[in-house]
């Protein structure tokens, strides 16, 4: 006889994968070894994680000489997901902008359900092992616990996605496929960071058709893009950046909204406090079950103005924007901020040379600390 950590305390008898508790057989309902299955080690345990001081590492994924390519990496198993202080102002913002726009932030297609529900038990198993005092998992109840929201979901019949939409502040986009065609396409997806565009217009679309609007797309990523989807491995997940300057911090920005009218002026009034960088942080791996692929990214903004404190960032950054290639710049979308961010950044690129923290002679180039930059971690405790 022993004590097994269920709901009820109770005494049960343990039979191989199944207890005996008041003479009721309960079945365990333990998740599988998703790290033994994908090959990919478990993350570290955070068991001193403190919600309410984290801060997300501040990813520039800024690049010289900037061309448009995949700019792939190998994914960092530690941080596939990752919580910060806003967590719970995350998930309300998600679920309030469900509950206004529904399909334009969640959809699916029949036959995805399963590739679906094994992302979020690959979901649930990693926050569990990363954060094991804000998430706990409950091997023979098949209980979640959320104890920074204070809720509990039996996953059995929880909805995949709208678990996701509940309790991970991150988009998945799960693509599948095609029997018919080999093409990889979007079968289901929770999306709430959309500027100019949403769910509804990419649900059932191939790759090609997603990334349409995307500079370069066709001529020079489609092929690469789509044998990368064919033959990517279980473990081996990479992860990537996009980035843009906005005016405030819109998550959800559809182009029929008002709001949508500023990005095509510069206001000589725009203070450059309310200037942010937003960068989408992108992982992608492929599902060792159903063999589909799981795209997840968070939008991720820091105030422009913390560029100042950050060495070789404004130069970097100026470079990019006064040379880059103008197709790929009008893309980004963030010309109704240049008027104001060009003159601040060769103002912060001549004071970071005069304090010596660049040399006057450096040349422009993708940082060695890329996607960071050097000193970051001075700021950033967590790191590992």
């Not at 299955?37 to 984290?54: C, E």
């Not at 290639?325 to 950044?345: A, C, N, Q, R």
Request: net charge negative.
């Amino acid at each position: 006889m022993v004590n097994v950590d269920i709901d009820t305390p109770a005494a049960v008898l343990v039979l191989g994968p199944a207890l005996v508790l008041t003479g009721v057989i309960l079945l365990r309902k333990a998740l599988p070894d998703y790290a033994k299955l994908t090959g990919v080690p478990a993350p570290k345990p955070l068991p001193n994680f403190d919600l309410d001081t984290a801060k997300s590492r501040p990813y520039r994924p800024f690049r010289w000489e900037y061309h448009q390519n995949m700019s792939l990496s190998e994914l960092e198993p530690n941080w596939w997901i990752e919580l910060d202080s806003a967590y719970r102002e995350k998930i309300s913002q998600r679920k309030k902008l469900y509950s206004e726009y529904g399909k334009l932030i969640i959809d699916e297609l029949t036959g995805s359900q399963e590739a679906s529900r094994e992302c979020m038990e690959m979901v649930i198993q990693f926050i569990c092992q990363r954060y094991p005092n804000q998430f706990r998992y409950n091997d023979w109840t098949g209980v979640f616990t959320n104890e920074i929201l204070h809720a509990q979901v039996d996953i059995a019949t929880a909805h995949p996605l709208m678990f996701l939409l509940d309790h991970v502040p991150e988009d998945f986009f799960i693509v599948q496929e095609d029997p018919v065609s080999g093409l990889y396409r979007l079968t289901a997806a929770v999306g709430c960071s959309a500027i100019g565009w949403n769910i509804s217009q990419k649900i059932g679309k191939p790759l090609h058709e997603i990334h349409g609007p995307v500079p370069d797309y066709k001529e020079r990523m489609a092929f690469s893009v789509d044998r990368f989807f064919s033959k990517v491995p279980c473990d081996k997940p990479i992860q990537r950046g996009a980035w843009g300057l906005e005016v405030g911090e819109p998550l959800f920005l559809q182009t029929s909204s008002p709001e949508w009218n500023h990005r095509y002026r510069q206001d000589p009034d725009l203070l450059t406090s309310d200037i942010f960088l937003r960068v989408d942080w992108q992982t992608l791996r492929r599902l060792p079950k159903s063999r589909a692929i799981v795209f997840n990214f968070k939008a991720l903004f820091t105030p422009f103005t913390d560029f100042r404190r950050e060495p070789y960032i404004p130069r970097l950054l100026l470079k990019v924007l006064r040379e880059g290639k103008k197709s790929i710049m009008e893309y980004k979308g963030s010309w109704h901020t240049e008027h104001k961010v060009i003159p601040v950044l060769e103002e912060w690129a001549r004071e970071q040379e005069e304090k010596g923290w660049v040399p006057s002679q450096w040349k422009e180039r993708t940082l060695d600390e890329h996607p960071f930059y050097p000193g970051w971690k001075d700021h950033y405790p967590i790191h590992d």
